[in-house]
């Protein structure tokens, strides 16, 4: 059969809505105490509701996890969801209190967003506080700071879109958030998203430009992911410039079919960190002094996210790994389409996690949620959170699950697992 055929017979297969709508901006507005103590929330959704839209593109919000509104007419009482279109706001009616921290509530409101909300194109935009690889993102204030880990992100969008969708559903997922532009998020969303916009740094007040890009798209909706993520990255920068809040300011796109290879490199760095630190003992040391000398993001004397520059930390360590420090390089550049980023930092698009802090607990945090890498084993042994015995077997099973054999040497690291999320480690001994 032709393949204009084809492509006319599923566009025919499309609810007749989805035909005539280009873009769904589904944004989880999660306000928590940034809401109820300074409004901020309440301040870009009167940026979104001053974007001029077309027809064809469409913003469907659902509000939450904050004590107080600012804005008129928002029930804290209730998680409100509300359509922005061509026409101004309309109220959807909303459903009861729901923890914005619990996989449920995003995956009801996705579920919601894909069934009334079809379109050819549609981005999904996470809001509030982000803590990085471990802590993850949307701190519900009313449910006890509970917040979304990167394993229940991936749940989420598992219940919705299923298991391994033939096709990411989403053009574009974003984190107006802190810290959340990390190898683990990219891992958590692969195959759900074909773009990954999100902030390495600490996030500026003045945040996300929503008035700026919404125009822009509304006056291109021909756009894809791409450049959405470019004009995202583009606005956000100029708007903190223009708050004199540039100083440290990140802010990346993905590519997320390109973050495969990068994936199974860093899953091959960390085999050859196990084979340095069997050669000498001092490696560890080694790989720890760089960490802490590469840049890193929203650490302190007394917090740590454990979030430390990717890239930075392959270039450290090229000496002690000569093979796949630079392969890792290569193939970081390849996925990061986008970047902006102030005057003073080095940031190269994702983090990734080193327990700054020796915190045994933010090691399990990311075990438990099936995001285990060999770093993360040699970490696990370095803070008492795992015996050696335990992590050299975890090691086996990993190795075993990569087809015994790191990327690029003739294996194929990624297709062993049954799907392209984190890689599930064997059940603990006793």
Known sequence: ???????????????????????????????????????????????????????????????????????????????????????????????????MGDPRTLASFMSFVRDKFPARKTALIIWDHGGGSVYGVAVDENFGRDSLSLSELRQALASVYGDAPSAPPLEVIGFDACLMASIDTARAVQGYAGHLVASQELEPGVGWQYE????????????????????ICDSYLKGCEEAGQEEGVTLSVTDLGK????????IAMGFEAVEALDQDDNFYVKYARQAMGTQNYGNDSSNSSGMVDLGGLAKGLSASLPKYSPRLLKALDEAVAYRVQGPHTKSMGLSCFYPFNDDPGAVQVLYDGNFVTPLLLLNAVATDAMSTDQAESDLEHLYA???NG????????????PHPGPVAPPAPTA
Do not use: H
């Open 401 to 403: 699950l990569l087809g």
């Open 212 to 231: 700026y890009f919404l125009n822009s798209l509304g006056k291109d909706p021909g756009m894809g992911g791409a450049q959405l993520g470019k004009t």
């Open 1 to 99: 059969m032709p393949k204009i055929l084809i492509a006319l017979l599923a566009l025919l297969a499309l609810p007749l809505q989805a035909r005539d709508m280009e873009w769904t901006i589904a944004w989880y507005l999660c306000g928590s105490d940034l809401e109820s103590r300074i409004g901020a929330a309440s301040t870009d959704l009167r940026e979104v509701l001053s974007a001029q839209l077309p027809d064809n593109v469409q913003v469907v919000v659902e509000t939450g996890g904050s004590s107080s509104w600012a804005l008129d007419g928002l029930d804290a009482g209730k998680n409100e969801r509300i359509l922005v279109n061509s026409n101004g706001s309309s109220d959807l009616g909303g459903v009861p209190r729901s923890n």
């Open 406 to 417: 790191p990327a690029g040497e003739g294996q194929q690291a990624a297709g062993a697992a």
């Open 259 to 266: 973050f495969g290879e990068l994936w199974d490199t860093y």
